[in-house]
Every structure is written in structure tokens, then in C-alpha cells.
């Protein structure tokens, strides 16, 4: 018998590459990426994703014939191996879904047309099997030592058999995810390297000589006041409980006691110091795109080219585009390219991203953006502001977080000044022990730099005027309609800032803002500023501001707004107003009303809001409220037959939104000169400007980017949508449109 010559890929300089050769290497690939954890599965996983080459009807597509499935007939293949073996459902799930992402399970009535996996199972009935594998490739059963321990585990508990089933699948979905990141990984870049041997990924650094310069940095820190004195001991008590080698950390330091640095020494000394984990990265998970950048700036100035820095957000693009295939990259297109492709599967030293874009990378179902998840082995993660993940979604975060060091040989530090008592949520889905790393807070009445007055009811005008009294007053409102409202009663300098403002004119904003206060504590001016703003400022932006109004909201939100007065505790006379606007109805906002009526009725029982005690209860309260939503937002609930061969990987995927990026589109404003010849190259077909273009843009929800749409404010170029006439962008309002909207569909926090 001739044996054919079965091709995988064909390059477009006409080279071949055999389905041997891309399985062998695919599967070596998937090995390597697990790096012990179920790499034997994730070998196998790579031997049989592609068997459905071995048919006739593929070989013709690649000769040019009409499209075929191929995932199929490996996952039906699974069954007939390895029979009953406790990791054949989870090897169907990652070899059905490695070009269409993770399916869900559904039900063994599914039919072929059924886009479930039970359905696809059907359908490789009635399609050609691809057995001729059997001549090149041996397949031997995957080594299930792994999951057999993790299953006697759960299985020896003392969990009740209800909550034993939903633990094991919600592992047994977590390791699914994980060996499909192995596998889909591995078939990106063995596809890639053979397609175009050019190209270039990864960034590297040296975590030593990063430490060494973040030292001397922060040895220049002079402890000359109470306040930078209380910091130092704070932060060396910190690296001190560091050292007990704990898998979860918790980072609780008052705000601007220099968590961020902090933190950071921390993750540098455990790559550098830790002899028993290897760690590979640093992953740096904040909550706003809109500090990602100062942020990163912060340690690209500190750092300096001992490590190379991956930005990975939603606001930042990695764009190369060219007229035609022929066209040469420049080396600045190499560089964004070579960045692209790093993105891709953070195989980065150190990462700077938004819990979004952290937690997708845990519970998403398509391979683009499930293949970073085995990259967060051997890490150090650090999640900034960690109070304001939403409650909805604390059980999966907390399990995540659990899953990846305990199988992944990782280390998560949590960061917050207002520190929610996790005990009872850790202890329910975290499975891991945990240290404080601040145990002694007797310095964290040093901190205490202003004290909290509770205006009750009033109206703006009477904030207004109090504010005049101050040399420099922040006003922190609620909605974006309300920062309108209110700078239009100020007088003076004055500044506005909210998202309807591009993020080069915000920071511009914030830099005029930081030189005024400047000024004001030289005595250079005897100019009063006030500044009006949504909580964007809350977090991230380093202000220090005399005296600050809050409108009535979150303790979290209130404490973090009170960390922008008196934020060197310099001045005696630092205070923070909190109020409850009169004149603005407030609408049932869910998450936001709850969280405000809670503190509403702290505010009449405790006289120091700061206290450790009334965080306590407030986070105490929120999770008591919240309790049975905590408990169902699971893949297990979302399970309709509770077994491993339905759970609902794509459904659960598809309701998992943090914040929904997906529901905004980016519109981009014609604001200096450098916007202007941007976007004058956008019309003229260079679509490499795209990236440059995120400073200019606006966040618009799509309900109200439809608005606009139908009111001829938007334009479209390119695929780039555009602010049709400029007199609706205002220096002093940014995005300056009819806010009625805001208050039709209850929008606008920020």
C-alpha cells in the first residue's frame, strides 16, 4: 500500500508541513507549556487535535478544495482510546473546541447540527475518522495520577455529596481551561514558526537588577515627617512577613502609604530571593484602564531597561496594518508586532493589566483569549484595589485565585486600604491559607491626616460655597451629569474631569491640576482651585487637595476619595465632606444604592468612619446581602445535567462580565493638531495610526453611541468611529453632549 504524504500547512512560499510534524510538535509544545501540571494530558491533547488531516476531504482543502472539519474526529477518537479514563472528557472539550473555542457540554440528545460538544461528538459519526494517524502517530493513554489525587481529595472531605459534585466540576472546568490554553497555545506558535519564521515574541528583564534599582529608589524616601515615617515601617513590616513564604498575601495599608511600590519590592525579592518557586512573571492586575498607563510609566521611570514592561488593556492596541502582503514592516512596526504577539500569550517578565483582560484569561471560552492562562504559572500576581472586584463575581475571582496557586505554583498578593474581610469567602472557596502581611496597624493613625464630617442632606450650591472657603477643594459627584452640573456653578480656577474626556486631554488636565496644587502649597499663587469629578480620581491619581466633598456613596468609595485630601498629612486642617445631594433623585442602581444604604446607616452608628471596625462592617454587610448571589454565580449552577460531560463552557463565558468592555465603542475626537494629521492619515488608508488614536478616544455605550449615531454626530473611517462635529467636545467638559441620556438609561459613575 502507498501511503500518502498527509500535509498540515502550506507556507505561501509553497513550503509543507506534514500533520506529523505539526502534531509531534504541537504536542511537545503543550508538554512544555504545562510545565508538570497535567502535562500528560496536555501531550495527548497535541497528538490528536488535528488526526482530522488524515482525511481525504482535508487534503483536498489544502489543495484548494471546499472547507472541512477536522477538529471533531480527534475528540471522538478520545472516547474510543482512552474509554472511561477520568481525562477523556476533558481532552474532547479542548480537541472539539481548539479553532472555535471551549463548547458546552450539553446533552447526550443533542443532534449533529447542535453546536454542544455532545452534538459534534454526533456529528463525527457521519464523517470521514482520519484513522490513517495510526500509520505515523502511537498514542498512549495520558498519565491521570493528577486528577485522580484532586478527585480523592474532594471525594475525602467532609463536603456533603451536592457540594463534592460541584467542587469536582468546577476544578475539573478550571483544568480544562488549562490544558486548552497548553494545547491552543502551542498550535498558535508551531502553526506560527513554520508559517513565518520572522517572527518574534516574548520580552525579557532581569528581576535582579530591577530590585537593585527600585532599592535605590526608594532608599531616597526620607522619613522627615510622621507621616513618611509611619510609611517606611509599614512597608518593612511588610517585606518582613513576606518572607513566610505564604501562597496568598493580603497588602492592607492606608492609602498613600505606598502600597504600589510596596508591592512591588515584594514580587521583585520573591523572584529574586525564593528559592523553592521559580518564578517566571510578575503580573500587576489593576482595576481602571485609566491608571494602567501612569502606572506603567511609574515603574518605566523607575525600572528603566532592566525589565522590558507588557501593557495588555483594552485601550491599547497592537495594530500593524499594510496595504498589501508585499509591503516591508518598518522597525517600529517590528517592535508593535513583536509586542502583538507577546500579548498574545503574556510571555512577558513583567505584565501590567486590568482585571478584566486577568480574569478573561481564567473564564473565557475562545483559544485567543483562554492561551495565556498556563502563563500564569510560576507567577507573582498582584491585584491592586482588590475591593472593588464586584461582589457578583467574588466567588469565581476567589476561585481562580486558589486554583492558580495551588496547582500553578503561584503567588497572589492582594492590595487595598480598605481590606473586606475575606476569612469566610476564602475559607469557602479558596482552599488555600493566607497571610496578613500588615499585623501591627498602631501606625495607621498617622494616617489619619483628615478628618470626616457628614453634611447630611444638601443641596450643590451650599458644597459650592463651602468649597469657595477652602484654597483648594475637590468635589467628587456620582455621575457625569452631576460633574456638568456642578462646574457650571464654580467659580474661579476650576478644573472638570470625567471619561467623557480623551485620555490625552484628562492627563493634560491632571498635570495643570497637580502644578496649581503645587503652587498653592509653595505659596507661589493665592489662587483657590476647585476641581469637579466622578470617581475616576478615587484611584491611581495622586492628588493632594486641602478639603474634599464626597456625595454620599460606597465607604470604599468614600475612604479612597479621602485619600486625596491632606495626602502628605502636612496641614492640620484637612477635611472631608460627605454629602447627600438633594437635588438629584436617585434611582434604584442595584449595587450602587445597596452599598450607599449601608453606609448611610454607618454614618449614624460610628463616629470614626476609618475605623477598622466599620469597614469590617460594611464588607460584612455587603456579603451578608449578597450571600445567595455570591454562592450561584458559578459554572456548576450554570450546569443544567451537573455532570463533566455538560458543563457550560461558553455559556458561563458569555455571562461572565466584570465590566462589560464589549458594551462600549471607542469614538475618536479631532482635539489638537497631532489628532488632526492622524486621523487625516487614517482617511488616506494608514491604518497603522489606529493604535496612536486610543489617546483620543472616548469611551460611548453603545445605547448611547446609537443616539448619537442617529443625531449625525458620529462619522465612520476606516472601521474608526469619529466625532463628527468638534464644537460638541470642550476643553472644559470633554465630551459635551446632551447628559439627559445618562439619566434615561442610569449610566455615567465615572
Known sequence: MVLLEYIAHRSDDDREQSVKEHLEGVAKLAEENASGFLGSASYNAGLLHDIGKYTTSFQKRINGGARTEHAVQGAAECARIFGRNPLTPLLQYCIAGHHSGLPDGGASADGPDSPTLQGRLSRAKKLESGEAYKNEITISAPDDSQIIACMNEIMHSS????????????????????????????DFIDTETFCDMQAERGMTGDFEEALRRLDAHMSGFKADTKVRTARRELQHQAYELAQNGSSVELLNMPTGSGKTLCSLKIALEKAVKDEKKQIKRIIYVIPYTSIIEQTAEEFEEILGDSVEILQHHSNFSFDVDKDNKNDKYDENDLTVLKMKHTAENWDAKLIITTSVQFFQSLYHYKGSRLRKLHNLADSVIIFDEIHLLPIKYLQPCIRAVGYITKYLRSTAIFLSATMPDYTGLFGRYLGNDFTQLITDKTH???????????????????VVMKASESMSSLIIVNTRAEAQQVYKML???????????????????????????????????DEKLTVVSTSLVEAGVDFDFQTVFRELAGLDSILQAGGRCNREGSRSDGCVYIFDADDTPHKNDGDFDTRRNITKKLLEKFSDITAPECIETYFSGLFEDYDELIKKNSIYECSTGKNLMSIPFRKYAESFQLINDDDSIAVVVEYDENASKLIARLRAGDMKVKRKLQRYSVPVKKFYFNELMKSGLISECNGVCLLANKNYYTDEMGLDINTDLDEKYNIGRQ
Open 444 to 462: 495607621f493613625a498617622d494616617f489619619k491626616k483628615c478628618q470626616y464630617i457628614d453634611l447630611g442632606k444638601t443641596s450643590f450650591e451650599n
Open 159 to 186: 463536603l456533603s455529596d451536592k457540594e463534592k459534585n460541584r467542587e469536582y466540576m468546577e476544578l475539573y472546568a478550571f483544568m480544562t481551561r488549562y490544558v486548552f490554553s497548553c494545547l491552543t497555545d502551542a
Open 491 to 525: 467659580s474661579g480656577v476650576k478644573y472638570h474631569l470625567s471619561t467623557y474626556m480623551i485620555p490625552e486631554h484628562r492627563s493634560a488636565v491632571i498635570k495643570k491640576i497637580r502644578q496649581h496644587l503645587k503652587d498653592i502649597a509653595d505659596n507661589v499663587t
